[in-house]
């Protein structure tokens, strides 16, 4: 049974649901806050900088998604008010 991580030809990474999870508890809102964390050099080796190639066929939908901001639920939230 294999660990849930991913390897490309230089590194191994998380599984994309524990990036993830990692990355949604940073509350990161856009590409722009996403690119500044990439930049500051506090993101773990563990986790990809270009998470769309890294996960392409394992889990990626969008930046949104893995950000942790479904812009469908926002909008969604919004409609109920």
Known sequence: MGTGRLATK???FLSY???QLYINSLKLENRT???AYIKSGNKPNN???EPSKVYKEN???RL???LG???S???SKRKRR
């Open 10 to 12: 230089d590194k191994t």
């Open 17 to 19: 649901k524990e990036a």
């Open 33 to 35: 806050q996403w690119r």
């Open 47 to 49: 986790i990809p900088a």
């Open 59 to 61: 889990g990626w939908v």
């Open 64 to 66: 949104n998604d893995w």
């Open 69 to 71: 901001n479904n812009i």
């Open 73 to 75: 639920q926002k909008k």
